[in-house]
């Protein structure tokens, strides 16, 4: 049975891989991924501000010691709470490479197009096989058009693309008018994948502090369905690698994604509940069912529930909404 398959260009035996997670902090746990059976891992994310700080000592054009800028930077962590900085993350990945045979992919998170996108050159001279681009922001200022955000994640694509000699993936928020332009806006500018989605970590209230509370809350097979209706519209529509993150809890989860069209299907919420020999839980499940449906190969699953073949994809998505709607019954 051929479960192999190709994510950014990188062949890999099967499409589990690790997602950016707290595993990703020591050698000795990526180490754990790979005896496990992660086909690859995505490191943690080295943040935009992290870099900014490091390198010329302001958070968003800010200085954190300027009295005027204290309040609006005081929510960010100090320099030290991060678990490495960016000079030790490249060396990290150098060690990383050095200790496992999978591949190896950075992780960038960022808002804009500037200075600190240099950084990914050290990233790729460290050793990284990839590298991912977390574009997480939640827009705030009501005088920004959606458009402009657009063009801002189009534009930083385009800049590390122009730099890298080594594959791009963009993981994206699913926030967007048209998801489906911004992919193919995204095709254009040279993307080697694309990862779905980006989960918005929404806070919620102390009532007795009446402040926020931010929290990280793993995630559930719930969160499956938006992803799969995404990979489902994109398969075989664009040219970049899909990913799927985000809602993948038991091995029916990563068959119902490679079904809409998924090339790799990366693991975080699950490996952290249940420790990394989960993944062998993961590819068994796969490989049975494929075994129990008569697949042979992976090219056999994958985007077979997609609209790939849908003449009219609007058209069917409208008629399944109201399908939806009128099988309800009490």
Same mark, same amino acid.
């Given at each position: 049975?051929?479960?192999?398959t190709?994510?950014?260009g990188?062949?890999?035996?099967?499409? *589990?891989?690790?997602g950016a997670?707290?595993?990703?902090?020591? &050698?000795?746990?990526?180490k754990?991924?790979? #005896?496990?059976?992660?086909?690859?891992?995505?490191?943690?994310?080295?943040?935009?501000?992290?870099?900014?700080?490091?390198?010329? /000592?302001?958070?968003?054009?800010? #200085? =954190?010691l300027?009295?005027?800028?204290?309040?609006?930077?005081?929510?960010?962590?100090?320099? /030290?709470?991060?678990?490495?900085?960016?000079?030790?993350?490249?060396?990290?990945?150098?060690?990383?490479?050095a200790?496992?045979?999978? =591949?190896?992919?950075?992780?960038? %998170?960022?808002?804009?197009?500037?200075?600190?996108?240099?950084?990914?050159?050290?990233?790729?001279?460290?050793?990284?096989?990839a590298?991912?681009?977390n574009?997480?922001?939640?827009?705030?200022?009501?005088?920004?058009?959606?458009?402009?955000?657009?063009?801002?994640?189009?534009?930083?694509?385009?800049?590390?693309?122009?730099?890298?000699?080594?594959?791009?993936? &963009?993981?994206?928020?699913? *926030?967007?008018?048209s998801?489906?332009?911004?992919?193919?806006?995204l095709?254009?500018a040279?993307?080697? /994948?694309?990862?779905? *989605? %980006?989960? *918005?970590?929404?806070? #919620?209230?102390?009532i007795?502090?009446m402040r926020?509370?931010?929290?990280?809350?793993?995630?559930?097979?719930?969160?499956?369905?938006?992803r799969?209706?995404?990979?489902?519209?994109?398969?075989?529509?664009?040219?970049?690698?899909?990913?799927?993150?985000?809602?993948?809890?038991?091995?029916?989860d990563?068959?119902?994604?490679?079904?809409a /069209?998924?090339?790799?299907?990366?693991?975080v919420?699950?490996?952290?509940?249940?420790?990394?020999?989960?993944?062998?839980?993961?590819?068994?499940?796969?490989?049975?069912?494929?075994?129990?449906?008569?697949?042979?190969?992976?090219? #056999? &699953?994958?985007?077979?529930?997609?609209?790939e073949?849908?003449?009219d994809?609007a058209?069917?998505?409208?008629? %399944?909404?109201?399908?939806?709607l009128?099988?309800w019954?009490?």
């Open positions: 049975m051929n479960t192999t190709s994510y950014l990188l062949r890999l035996p099967h499409p *589990f891989i690790a997670s707290p595993f990703g902090y020591h &050698v000795d746990s990526i754990r991924l790979e #005896d496990a059976g992660c086909a690859a891992v995505v490191l943690h994310s080295l943040f935009e501000e992290q870099i900014t700080l490091a390198s010329r /000592g302001h958070i968003r054009h800010r #200085d =954190p300027d009295q005027e800028f204290a309040a609006a930077l005081a929510e960010f962590p100090a320099a /030290g709470e991060y678990p490495l900085g960016p000079q030790e993350y490249a060396a990290h990945i150098s060690q990383a490479k200790a496992v045979r999978i =591949p190896v992919i950075g992780s960038l %998170n960022g808002t804009s197009a500037e200075s600190w996108l240099s950084f990914s050159r050290l990233i790729e001279q460290a050793g990284a096989d590298l991912e681009l574009l997480y922001e939640v827009v705030t200022d009501l005088d920004v058009a959606g458009l402009a955000v657009e063009h801002q994640i189009v534009d930083i694509v385009k800049e590390v693309k122009g730099t890298l000699k080594i594959p791009v993936a &963009v993981k994206l928020s699913p *926030f967007f008018a998801f489906g332009n911004l992919a193919r806006q095709d254009l040279g993307a080697d /994948g694309l990862v779905l *989605f %980006n989960r *918005f970590y929404q806070p #919620d209230i102390d007795k502090t926020p509370s931010p929290q990280v809350d793993l995630s559930t097979s719930a969160e499956l369905l938006l799969l209706r995404w990979l489902a519209i994109l398969h075989g529509r664009v040219r970049p690698s899909l990913g799927v993150t985000g809602g993948v809890a038991v091995p029916n990563g068959i119902k994604a490679l079904l /069209g998924a090339d790799a299907v990366q693991m919420s699950a490996l952290l509940r249940h420790g990394p020999t989960y993944m062998s839980a993961m590819r068994m499940g796969l490989e049975h069912w494929m075994e129990w449906h008569k697949m042979t190969s992976l090219d #056999d &699953v994958r985007g077979r529930v997609s609209l073949q849908t003449k994809p058209s069917f998505e409208r008629a %399944n909404y109201i399908r939806a009128q099988s019954s009490r």
